[in-house]
């Protein structure tokens, strides 16, 4: 199995309401902001990205309590958003508030 | 410090020729397509996803063997692309043949 894994600490730039797909899984949609200082080739470098990171089922619902604002820390793997866009999204499977 | 460490094994699609930035830092950008199934809301989930790379310095000398097709793993943090795009680029510090 290819290892795909990525723990990302942040802000809660904006959520999405909580939905359910067609399917009936419940989703929820949120964009993390992470500012960092991180090393790279012998220097320390200002480190700033925005991730659109998504969460389904059971920790859907888990984290219908976050609000913008929030300082969280999730875990999750990468995935190309859908078929059309190939823009990288996180997909959560644990998260805390941190 | 807020954490942000991702591990991401795939297949190198593209490799850019190594260059030299104006202030003389050698950089080597790539682009891998990594594929696998992760659980995910109590199902297994098939993902793609392909992701822009770049490494500095001498790692970037020593990725200079990597060619098109090769599988290997990364370690690294993401950060946006640059101030004008906010696409996530995944920043490599650590790199093995897998």
């Known amino acids: 199995m290819a290892k795909n894994q990525t723990v990302l600490e942040g802000n809660v730039a904006s959520r999405d309401t909580l939905r359910t797909t067609p399917g009936g899984v419940a989703t929820l949609h949120l964009t993390l902001i992470h500012q960092s200082t991180q090393r790279e080739a012998n220097a320390e470098v200002a480190v700033e990205v925005e991730m659109n990171a998504v969460a389904f089922g059971e920790l859907a619902v888990e984290m219908n309590g ?24 996180l997909h959560i499977t644990q998260f805390k508030f941190s």
Do not use: C, E
């Not at 976050?66 to 999204?89: C, E, H, T």
């Open 66 to 89: 976050v609000k913008a604002g929030d300082s969280i820390s999730i875990k999750g793997f990468l995935s190309r958003k859908n078929r059309f866009s190939p823009m990288p999204i």
